[in-house]
């Protein structure tokens, strides 16, 4: 049963993995590039569609400014005004030619005429206008109220747009002055501003049709976009293949929409899709094959391992695994039968060792009692000096003893005031040893007192200012403070003796151990002990002695006290 369970584990991770690996980067990267590919056709689209229509409007609203020109100088003409009037009818030659000169610069853009108050023409310089305009509807009386141009789109006629303005006279408007664009001119006017393929529409304020290119075969076109613009909805809705994209000329309210073909159509996009769906069926197919293949040919010699290893955890270390190849399932075989050799011999060591541990624990509780012998044989040295009147030797006996007693304890931490203590009774011994040679002084705030510290952690320090800082005889001062700074307690021991040589102030900042003969093995101990307990960055620190002269030395501890004391 538990290697059918192998068996099914194995071959399903091994399954997922295939899958992952070759199907996940496959269709990433199948999303991806269909997304950059249609985005990017999109973005161009969109950047063609808005330079075409911005061309088209500026084409249209450039030539209603030219027409509004051209009727505004002839609305000024004199000559045309008496013909408004029936008083220069008689010299149609002349307004004619006064007609034909205004507009000769727009001959091939629009048709121009003239028109009395009662709406019949009387000049025109083509045929296709209409003979006669309703003066009392229509856009000759949107011309008679409003003041400028009037634009109106029309289907009638064969005209497509048409500007008026009026003449004013003694009693209302005299007359009109026409522009008339036509479907041939709308695509003269056109002509080149939009690509193959695209199709234009000029709308009025209304969305009514005005004009259409001649490829746009779709009568209905603009009431859908109506019916769109009226309900809220895309104008993309008004047809499925195209985008529409819509500006507004300022200076009549018409509109220019220019149809554009999607880049990328419905039915394109779903063939685009199916393949990339058949190439991921497929490559998940040879994924699968590929998987079931491996794995038929790693199950066996994994079931026997694993039956093998279940034999070793149930304590039979004999156990081995016949190696019949030279491939990595392989060697893992022989990795195991070296394995299990390994931990048996490894099993008979131990159990030497748990024996010769034993015996070892025993000759340490034994040799416990040497470091009391000389306690005691320190206490009788004591008591003999004090019997034979040798002060010194008495009181050197019972500080060595009081130290022995104190470092052989098991507390790896002990309160400031113990080694302080501790430190009196060394440099009581000193000052027997070297009289005259130093002074000392203690500076501790009361509340540190209780606070923990390393055992024999100043000792080695103040030893160091002793027998470095004065070895060149001179006679000076040591000093230790213990202050709060924050939640750090900050021991500081210095001396004004002749300071650490430069040589070994960079020895010990780089770390290098101290140098046979040299001696400072006690403050490399002390940082060493300081970087065990607290962090690397706990060391010792060298300070800018005070006037220049001796070693200052800082260490810097969190202030911890045991439990029920200060601060605790």
Same mark, same amino acid.
């Given at each position: $049963?538990?290697?059918?369970?192998?068996?099914?584990?194995?071959?399903?991770?091994?399954?997922?993995?295939?899958?992952?690996?070759?199907?996940?980067?496959?269709?990433?990267?199948?999303?991806?590039?269909?997304?950059? #590919?249609?985005?990017?056709?999109?973005? %161009?689209?969109?950047?063609?569609?808005?330079?075409?229509?911005?061309?088209?409007?500026? +084409?249209?609203?450039?030539?209603?400014?030219?027409?509004?020109?051209?009727?505004?100088?002839? /609305?000024?003409?004199?000559?045309?005004?008496?013909?408004?009037? /029936?008083?220069?009818?008689?010299?149609?030659?002349? &307004?004619?030619?006064?007609?034909?000169?205004?507009?000769?610069?727009?001959?091939?853009?629009? +048709?121009?005429?003239?028109?009395?108050?009662?709406?019949?023409?009387? @000049?025109?310089?083509?045929?296709?206008? =209409?003979?006669?305009?309703?003066?009392?509807?229509?856009?000759?009386?949107?011309?008679?109220?409003?003041?400028?141009?009037?634009?109106?789109?029309?289907?009638?006629?064969?005209?497509?747009?048409?500007?008026?303005?009026?003449?004013?006279?003694?009693?209302?408007?005299?007359? @009109?002055?026409?522009?008339?664009?036509?479907?041939?001119?709308?695509?003269?006017?056109?002509?080149?501003?939009?690509?193959?393929?695209?199709?234009?529409? &000029?709308?009025?304020? #209304?969305?009514?049709?005005?004009?259409?290119?001649?490829?746009?075969?779709?009568?209905?076109?603009?009431?859908?976009?109506?019916?769109?613009?009226?309900?809220?909805?895309?104008?993309?809705?008004?047809?499925?293949?195209?985008?529409?994209?819509?500006?507004?000329?300022?200076?009549?309210? #018409?509109?220019?929409?220019?149809?554009?073909?999607?880049?990328?159509?419905?039915?394109?996009?779903?063939?685009?899709?199916?393949?990339?769906?058949?190439?991921?069926?497929?490559?998940?197919?040879?994924? &699968?094959?590929?998987?079931?293949?491996?794995?038929?040919?790693?199950?066996?010699?994994?079931?026997?391992?694993?039956?093998?290893?279940?034999?070793?955890?149930?304590?039979?270390?004999?156990?081995?695994?016949?190696?019949?190849?030279?491939?990595?399932?392989?060697?893992?075989?022989?990795?195991?039968?070296?394995?299990?050799?390994?931990?048996?011999?490894?099993?008979?060591?131990?159990?030497?060792?748990?024996?010769?541990?034993?015996?070892?624990?025993?000759?340490?509780?034994?040799?416990?009692?040497?470091?009391?012998?000389?306690?005691?044989?320190?206490?009788?040295?004591?008591?003999? /000096?004090?019997?034979?009147?040798?002060?010194?030797?008495?009181?050197?006996?019972?500080?060595?003893?009081?130290?022995?007693?104190?470092?052989?304890?098991?507390?790896?931490?002990?309160?400031?005031?113990?080694?302080?203590?501790?430190?009196?009774?060394?440099?009581?011994?000193?000052?027997?040893?070297?009289?005259?040679?130093?002074?000392?002084?203690?500076?501790?705030?009361?509340?540190?007192?209780?606070?923990?510290?390393?055992?024999? $952690?100043?000792? =080695?320090?103040?030893?160091?200012?002793?027998?470095?800082?004065?070895?060149?005889?001179?006679? /000076?001062?040591?000093? &230790?403070?213990?202050?709060?700074?924050?939640?750090?307690?900050?021991?500081?021991?210095?001396?004004?003796?002749?300071?650490?040589?430069?040589?070994?102030?960079?020895?010990?900042?780089?770390?290098?151990?101290?140098?046979?003969? %040299?001696?400072?093995?006690?403050?490399?101990?002390? +940082?060493?002990?300081?970087?065990?307990?607290?962090?690397?960055?706990?060391?010792?620190? #060298?300070?800018?002695?005070?006037?220049?002269?001796?070693?200052?030395?800082?260490?810097?501890?969190?202030?911890?006290?045991?439990?029920?004391?200060?601060?605790?």
């Amino acid at each position: $049963m538990r290697g059918v369970g192998l068996r099914a584990s194995f071959r399903k991770k091994l399954l997922g993995s295939f899958l992952a690996v070759g199907l996940v980067p496959l269709v990433v990267c199948v999303g991806l590039i269909l997304g950059i #590919f249609q985005t990017v056709l999109l973005r %161009n689209s969109m950047e063609s569609a808005q330079s075409q229509i911005e061309a088209l409007t500026s +084409d249209l609203g450039g030539l209603i400014a030219s027409c509004g020109d051209v009727l505004e100088e002839l /609305g000024r003409e004199e000559l045309i005004l008496r013909a408004m009037t /029936g008083r220069g009818r008689g010299n149609g030659t002349q &307004v004619y030619n006064a007609l034909y000169s205004a507009a000769a610069p727009l001959l091939r853009e629009a +048709d121009f005429a003239l028109y009395d108050a009662e709406g019949k023409l009387l @000049y025109a310089i083509s045929n296709a206008v =209409p003979r006669s305009l309703p003066a009392n509807w229509g856009i000759l009386a949107a011309a008679r109220e409003e003041e400028g141009l009037v634009c109106r789109g029309t289907d009638t006629g064969g005209g497509c747009m048409r500007m008026v303005q009026a003449i004013p006279g003694e009693e209302g408007a005299a007359g @009109y002055v026409m522009a008339e664009l036509r479907e041939e001119h709308f695509r003269h006017l056109f002509q080149g501003s939009y690509v193959a393929g695209n199709d234009v529409l &000029v709308l009025d304020p #209304f969305w009514s049709q005005v004009y259409a290119s001649p490829t746009l075969q779709d009568s209905t076109l603009a009431p859908r976009l109506r019916a769109c613009l009226m309900e809220g909805r895309s104008l993309d809705e008004a047809g499925a293949d195209y985008t529409y994209h819509v500006l507004r000329e300022e200076e009549s309210g #018409f509109c220019v929409l220019l149809r554009q073909p999607k880049p990328l159509a419905d039915g394109v996009m779903r063939l685009f899709y199916v393949v990339a769906g058949i190439s991921i069926l497929l490559c998940a197919a040879v994924c &699968v094959q590929v998987a079931m293949r491996i794995s038929r040919q790693l199950f066996e010699p994994i079931r026997t391992l694993n039956s093998a290893m279940a034999a070793v955890e149930g304590g039979d270390l004999d156990t081995q695994v016949k190696v019949t190849g030279t491939d990595e399932i392989s060697q893992l075989s022989g990795r195991f039968n070296r394995m299990t050799q390994r931990l048996k011999a490894n099993l008979t060591q131990s159990i030497r060792q748990q024996q010769e541990l034993g015996d070892a624990q025993i000759r340490m509780m034994q040799a416990q009692l040497n470091p009391h012998f000389l306690y005691n044989t320190l206490d009788t040295l004591k008591w003999l /000096g004090k019997i034979n009147g040798s002060q010194e030797v008495s009181t050197i006996s019972a500080d060595l003893a009081d130290i022995l007693r104190r470092s052989i304890s098991a507390e790896e931490f002990v309160a400031l005031r113990e080694e302080l203590a501790v430190l009196e009774r060394y440099v009581e011994i000193q000052t027997i040893r070297f009289p005259g040679k130093f002074d000392f002084s203690l500076r501790v705030e009361e509340h540190l007192l209780d606070a923990l510290v390393p055992k024999l $952690m100043l000792q =080695p320090l103040v030893e160091n200012a002793i027998i470095h800082g004065f070895e060149d005889g001179s006679h /000076g001062h040591i000093t &230790v403070e213990a202050v709060q700074s924050g939640e750090l307690m900050l021991l500081t021991v210095r001396d004004d003796g002749c300071g650490m040589s430069e040589e070994s102030l960079e020895r010990f900042l780089r770390r290098e151990g101290p140098q046979a003969g %040299n001696g400072h093995l006690g403050l490399y101990n002390v +940082d060493a002990i300081l970087r065990l307990h607290y962090g690397p960055d706990s060391g010792l620190r #060298f300070l800018p002695p005070p006037g220049g002269r001796g070693t200052c030395i800082r260490v810097a501890l969190p202030i911890s006290y045991e439990k029920g004391g200060e601060g605790s």
